[in-house]
């Protein structure tokens, strides 16, 4: 059927979901292609859910979400007006882009980088421009810097960048920072800061308190485990925030993902125990597969990234053989989440094999 539409519709790519953990009889399989926390939900997030939210989910929730909004402006050391909630960061980083770019308007980021940027950018009627890793998969800051111009209305960096791990130091970011017009945004999009182990990494906080332009994207998906219920938040200046709200779907952020994200908030140092854990796992992956002589980006998030570029495809079938899923960037590499320990190990056993077919980088 033919219909009428946006035709820019037709040049956006579906988002990929990573794949589900591949069919394994008698063998345990994992999915370890979502970057997705693998504990499971804590025992006190469970019981604010049930006891707190089940019973009134015939009521809307609090569209702005006040009380997280409060909890999240004192953790990061900011004022209420400086905090909005989306279903993820993803809405967050959505809300941002429709508030500044519009039809020939451009928004400038890293490429390779969280795939949803293209589909966010061309969804609000912007181009996007995309500039391309270092070859050790960092920003390249230098193209980033050139590919700014009057269109701009919106930098995007992330850090640590998904998917190749790499830490953005803040020497680079401030660089950005001081070029880049005061009237133009800058986005921090930290889905993974928690999991950043980088001495030189820039932290984007600090910079906010000196650079008003300056937005932050921060997610509970990640070391706070809540992927499944939808919440992040935004900082920016109160003018910021005002216009990203308005750009929110309404009563989009649920009470039960409210409720969840309150009683992640008290459980703060508890899920600082799970996130060592999984940067000890990473560092341990990592040092297995240095000792295979593999050589790849430092990583600095929760997951890692093999550019096998040709040989990627081949290499995945390996991995999915071993009943393991990752995410496969076909011509490019595959990222690979850090997940349960017994994946972990099947993660270094699969690259021992390649390793032996001759499939390294
Ligand atoms: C770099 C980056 N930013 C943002 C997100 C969004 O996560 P969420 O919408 O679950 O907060 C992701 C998710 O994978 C990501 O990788």
Known sequence: MTFRHRSIVDTIPAYRQGRPAPATPGRRSFQISSNENP?????????AIRSESLGRINRYPDMRGWDVVERVAALEGVAPENVVLGCGSTEVITQLVDLVAGPGDEVVYPWRSFEAYPIIVAGAGAASVQVPNRPDGSHDVDGILAAVNDRTRLVILNNPNNPTSTALSDADARRVVAAVPDDVLVLFDEAYYQFNTAEDTSVAMDLFAEH?????????????GLAGLRIGYGIAAPEVIEGMRK?????????????????SLDARDELEVRVKSIVAERDRVVAALRSQGWSFPEPYANFLWLPLGDRTDEAAARFTEAGLSTRVFSGEGIRISIGETEA?????????????EGLRV
């Open 39 to 47: 504990f499971d939900p804590l025992p006190s997030v469970l019981d």
């Open 212 to 224: 008003p332009n300056i937005v932050v994207a921060h997610t509970f998906s990640k070391a706070y």
């Open 247 to 263: 750009m929110s779907l309404p009563f989009g952020v649920t009470d039960v993902a409210q409720k969840a994200a309150l009683a």
């Open 344 to 356: 972990n190990d099947r993660v270094i056993d699969v690259c021992s094999r390649l390793v032996a």
